[in-house]
């Protein structure tokens, strides 16, 4: 077994093991998918609490949501709180440590793509040679504190190991990267233009040349009026992929939209060879919704010749951990690799920022 992993115990087991009364924390499709979990397998939830702020006698999954401190005066102090729902907020990621310190704690890992296989003992078996290799190959202490830390929340559901490796982004960006005035910037899957105002704010506003790429329709109209604003970018309409051609696509409107073969809405996908179109591309970020392997796939030209800085999304799929940085480093060996966990509850945020 892997020696960084300090958990033996599943999030999934600890909640059939416990006597203590098993409260959920939120509502929404988490929790509809932590109650079903409990319901096929025999597990009781004695109640259902929200923030205070959301509570309003609401009924969910035949439960009356309540507010914590109904819980606590109906259950008392020891009670095993499982959070049900994703945030970034820093009030809420502050009231989350606050009730891990009084409480037992949990937050189980939810892949988010159904086919994919949950994190257990058994799934750290069976890639233990590519997570040693990629641990081994990690550029730096945090980056390994980091891998070891969401293996074992992902694992154990315990929130205190997300909190102990969290950094800040705009700070790893400027520590590990630099920029200059030349910069040929690629975002992939650029939303609304908020990543495009990160880079502006990390070159002050004096670049070569961005190149924005974004499917969702909604997401996109938003993109190109940003765009309009600025000289200097060319705006694609389009996913990310292997090769050129199209593919069912989830368009919600969201940060999540996402390539699913079921879906009958198609939109066009194109590779990043051919996106950058002969340009001389110096930094791509990439959080492609699960698509990044086929995006460093189509990349495979630019990234040799190039060798671009790299900030790539590591959180789609749990095989990510070491299935992109054997992929990066099959392209350019002397890449040098780390890991960041930014502010989030699960562990999403997660990225890899790669530069030579």
Not at 22 to 34: E, F, P, S
Not at 53 to 78: H, K, L, N, P
Not at 114 to 139: F, G, R
Request: hydrophobic share 40%.
């Amino acid at each position: 077994m892997l020696d960084f992993i300090k958990e033996s115990l599943s999030a999934w087991e600890r909640m059939q093991q416990t006597t203590k009364p098993i409260v959920l924390y939120g509502m929404g499709n988490g929790a509809d998918k932590i109650v079903d979990w409990c319901e096929e397998h025999a597990v009781k939830i004695s109640a259902i609490f929200a923030s205070d702020e959301f509570v309003r006698g609401q009924q969910f999954r035949g439960f009356t949501v309540q507010r914590y401190s109904e819980v606590i005066a109906q259950f008392g102090e020891d009670i095993l709180i499982i959070i049900a729902f994703a945030s970034e907020r820093q009030e809420v990621l502050a009231r989350f440590k606050e009730l891990a310190a009084k409480h037992e704690t949990l937050a189980p890992h939810l892949p988010l793509f159904e086919e994919e296989e949950l994190v257990s003992l058994p799934w750290l078996a069976k890639h233990e040679d590519a997570l040693k290799k990629v641990y081994a190959n990690l550029a730096d202490e945090l980056s390994r504190k980091t891998f070891a830390a969401v293996l074992n929340y992902k694992l154990s559901g315990k929130v205190e190991y997300l909190f102990d490796c969290d950094s800040s982004r705009a700070e790893d960006l400027r520590q590990l990267f630099t920029f200059g005035e030349n910069e040929v910037y690629m975002d992939l899957g650029a939303y609304n233009g908020d990543t495009v105002e990160e880079f502006l704010n990390l070159v002050d506003g004096k670049y070569q040349h961005i190149i924005a790429v974004e499917p969702d329709r909604r997401n996109y109209r938003k993109l190109t009026a940003m765009a309009e604003q600025l000289g200097k970018i060319t705006v694609h309409q389009c996913g990310v992929w292997s090769e050129a051609g199209e593919l069912g696509f989830s368009d919600s409107g969201g940060r999540q939209s996402t390539f699913l073969a079921t879906q009958k809405k198609f939109v066009p996908v194109n590779s990043i060879d051919a996106l950058a179109q002969g340009l001389p591309v110096s930094y791509i970020k990439m959080d492609v919704e699960g698509a990044e392997l086929q995006a460093l796939a189509g990349g495979e030209a630019l990234i040799r010749k190039q060798q671009p800085k790299m900030f790539i999304a590591a959180y789609h799929y749990d095989v990510d951990l070491f299935r992109l940085p054997l992929a990066i480093l099959r392209l350019v060996p002397e890449y040098k690799i780390y890991l960041r966990k930014h502010p989030y509850i699960p562990a999403w945020e997660l990225n890899f920022l790669v530069n030579k």
